[in-house]
């Protein structure tokens, strides 16, 4: 007997990444590769994934998901143009669930995508944002250039109407479920800040 799925593992998190020595020049993309060669925990989310993100006339999907986990909820995204634009993430496949995250304060940066990652350059002073996404999860990565970068990032975040209840969880996370109380998704706190050198390497 099948059961139901219940809920996506990981919608999306934060991770702030400052190098040791203010360094404006800094490559994103470069720098995400060092970290995913230095921190085993982070190799299968910022390893390269070319089919990882689609070119649509505003922005980019994530390619379809293969989820191979029945008791999980499939879950793409949908990415703007622009980076103080929002960001629409839909859970499920057959009535999903869409869940909008609007940047607050974020600078108008156009997007690219480089070696399946998604940057965003200059969101903030000092600050690119880096999207990757695997399975059912959604991830951002902030780069914080100097000690001008912010330490604080705001999203004011829209439900649709098939979503009900937002619980704060006493980790800190929000648990997001349906009209009838199944959690059908979860975005977590902050999991870690990490201090690099210009090579990504821990410092």
Same mark, same amino acid.
């Given at each position: %007997?099948?059961?139901?799925?219940?809920?996506?593992?990981?919608?999306?998190?934060?991770?702030?990444? @400052?190098?040791?020595?203010?360094?404006?020049? &800094?490559?994103?993309?470069?720098?995400?590769?060092?970290?995913?060669?230095?921190?085993?925990?982070? /190799?299968?989310?910022?390893?390269?994934?070319?089919?990882?993100?689609?070119?649509?006339?505003?922005?980019?999907?994530? /390619?379809?998901?293969?989820?191979?986990?029945?008791?999980?909820?499939? %879950?793409?995204?949908?990415?703007?143009? +622009?980076?103080?634009?929002?960001?629409?993430? @839909?859970?499920?496949?057959?009535?999903?669930?869409?869940?909008?995250?609007?940047?607050?304060?974020?600078?108008?940066?156009?997007?690219?995508?480089?070696?399946?990652?998604?940057? +965003?350059?200059?969101? @903030?002073?000092?600050?690119?944002?880096?999207?990757?996404?695997?399975?059912?999860? &959604?991830?951002?990565? +902030?780069?914080?250039?100097?000690? $001008?970068?912010?330490?604080?990032?705001?999203?004011?975040?829209?439900?649709?109407?098939?979503?009900?209840?937002?619980?704060?969880?006493?980790?800190?996370?929000?648990?997001?479920?349906?009209?009838?109380?199944? %959690?059908?998704?979860?975005?977590?706190?902050?999991? @870690?800040? %990490?201090?690099?050198?210009?090579?990504? $390497?821990?410092?």
């Amino acid at each position: %007997m099948l059961r139901k799925p219940t809920a996506t593992i990981l919608v999306c998190a934060a991770f702030f990444l @400052r190098p040791a020595a203010d360094d404006p020049g &800094i490559d994103s993309v470069r720098l995400a590769q060092s970290l995913a060669s230095c921190f085993p925990e982070l /190799s299968p989310r910022l390893s390269p994934r070319p089919d990882a993100w689609r070119r649509q006339a505003a922005g980019w999907v994530s /390619s379809d998901p293969r989820n191979t986990t029945p008791d999980v909820l499939t %879950m793409t995204a949908q990415l703007p143009e +622009y980076a103080d634009e929002p960001v629409e993430v @839909r859970v499920g496949a057959n009535t999903p669930h869409t869940l909008v995250l609007v940047p607050l304060q974020s600078r108008r940066r156009k997007g690219t995508v480089e070696q399946g990652r998604a940057v +965003y350059r200059g969101v @903030r002073e000092g600050t690119d944002a880096i999207w990757v996404t695997r399975h059912n999860q &959604i991830e951002w990565f +902030y780069l914080l250039h100097s000690a $001008k970068s912010p330490n604080q990032f705001q999203w004011h975040l829209v439900l649709s109407e098939g979503l009900g209840d937002v619980r704060n969880e006493p980790s800190g996370a929000l648990a997001l479920s349906d009209r009838k109380g199944t %959690m059908v998704a979860r975005i977590p706190p902050l999991l @870690r800040s %990490m201090r690099t050198d210009s090579a990504g $390497k821990p410092n």
